[in-house]
């Protein structure tokens, strides 16, 4: 086995140098990568003491290699203690420049350098601080404040409204949203609406959503409604869709002394029934937005992303943030685009999937990216075995993946999370 996966960094490694990302590492800089998935369950808790629960604290060591396959081969990942991850590197050939001297320990200095996390949080910056970083470094208790609330489901409600007061009537534009601020309010869309989806302003993937229906305000939804009325002052009511096509988002990055947003490109993903995110179709923008104008006119699209761009700039360059922010959308069988379901102020798993297309697959290749959980590590071990003689990955000359599966994150005694490249036409159904 190790032969194998050094052959494939040897690869790796060839295909890097002939792309030139290795000639001279001090052109990048050095970007200090953090993977924090608890983000937006601590925004929604706001204590800078905050502890997530057992699940995502797994999650963070489980997954916590997962940026060296998009930072550039100068960065590094912190790492929090784990076996599994250090056996993993072990394997790798120690000239593989992707993964050498990539790790930060809980034992090491962080060095002076720019910090990139999944997203940021006071508990965060409170921890980093806590290991010597500088408060120059860190955002301030009052730029952490700010951004919180631009991370709240507020933000969305107000931008879709500005999305079809700009675009109505032009395209085939659809969605509604209310920000609540009294249980009466709440009451009266539950008891109207024929079925609705009630959301906390903030809450992690998947997480701090109810389901409504017409007279259906009573416990245990009320419950859930005063509950998170106390604890953050408002609830997002929306219809809920059942006609959906696709869920699919638009990624942007932010550019604050620039004062752009710069469009990345689509995420076409997965969820399930609770509307948690699965993984996403790994395919080039071309593909994907010529899947989408199946059901959407072109210039749809183009005209959401032009007007998104503008309102992503307005409301979020003054703030100082400068990062990924990406926007949910969904498209209806009646042809209509959902343009703003949610707004995502922090990195996230499309960004994720399209740079890993853009540097890992051969061009015109599809593919699944997939963050999955297994109840105990043994199970997971075992679909890891399955899936390697299965679908055994086949490497292009350059180090492009052309097909097969490819864990992203090491699979140790304690592990119950992985993500994964599944690729191949086959992964895409």
């Given at each position: 086995m190790q032969s194998g996966v050094s052959k494939i960094f040897i690869l790796i490694l060839t295909f890097l140098y002939l792309c030139g990302q290795l000639t001279d590492f001090s052109a990048y800089g050095m970007n200090i990568y953090i993977f924090n998935p608890d983000n937006d369950l601590a925004l929604a808790n706001g204590d800078t003491n905050y502890l997530p629960p057992r699940n995502v604290r797994l999650m963070t060591v489980d997954l916590a290699m997962l940026p060296a396959w998009y930072s550039q081969p100068s960065d590094k990942v912190i790492l929090p203690d784990s076996e599994a991850i250090c056996s993993f590197s072990k394997t790798l050939p120690n000239h593989a420049c992707l993964f050498e001297n990539k790790w930060i320990t809980d034992s090491e200095a962080i060095p002076d350098a720019t910090l990139c996390p999944w997203g940021w949080n006071p508990a965060l910056v409170k921890r980093l601080a806590s290991r010597g970083v500088?408060?120059?470094r860190l955002p301030s208790e009052d730029v952490m404040r700010v951004w919180r609330q631009l991370s709240s489901r507020s933000n969305a409600v107000s931008v879709l409204a500005a999305i079809k007061e700009r675009l109505g009537g032009k395209h085939p534009l659809m969605g509604e949203s209310w920000m609540c601020n009294t249980?009466?309010?709440v009451a009266s869309l539950v008891n109207t609406l024929p079925h609705t989806m009630l959301k906390a302003p903030w809450s992690g993937s998947g997480k701090g959503l109810?389901?409504?229906?017409?007279?259906?305000?009573r416990s245990p939804l009320s419950g859930w409604c005063v509950r998170?009325?106390?604890?953050?002052?408002?609830?997002?009511?929306?219809?809920?869709y059942d006609s959906k096509v696709c869920d699919f988002a638009m990624?942007?990055?932010v550019h604050t002394q620039e004062k752009k947003a710069e469009f990345v490109g689509y995420s076409l993903f997965v969820t399930n029934a609770n509307g948690a995110y699965e993984g996403n179709i790994l395919m080039n923008d071309a593909e994907i937005e010529e899947y989408l104008i199946h059901s959407v006119p072109c210039e749809t699209l183009y005209a959401v992303r032009d007007v998104l761009a503008?309102?992503?700039?307005?409301?979020?360059?003054?703030?100082?943030?400068?990062?990924?922010?990406?926007?949910?959308?969904?498209?209806c069988s009646s042809s209509l685009l959902h343009p703003c379901v949610e707004i995502n102020l922090r990195m996230n798993m499309g960004v994720v999937s399209h740079l890993l297309y853009e540097r890992w697959m051969m061009p015109g290749t599809k593919g699944r990216f997939v963050v999955e959980y297994y109840p105990t590590p043994e199970k997971l071990a075992d679909m890891h075995h399955?899936?390697?003689?299965q679908h055994t990955p086949v490497w292009a000359t350059d180090g492009r993946i052309c097909s097969g599966y490819l864990p992203l994150t090491p699979i140790g005694k304690q592990t119950h999370y992985l993500a994964a490249m599944m690729v191949g036409d086959e992964f895409c159904r």
């Open positions: 500088s408060t120059e249980e009466a309010e109810r389901r409504g229906m017409a007279g259906g305000y998170t009325l106390e604890r953050q002052g408002a609830v997002v009511v929306e219809p809920l990624e942007f990055y503008d309102e992503l700039v307005r409301r979020f360059a003054p703030s100082g943030y400068q990062g990924y922010v990406g926007v949910d959308m969904m498209i399955q899936r390697m003689e």
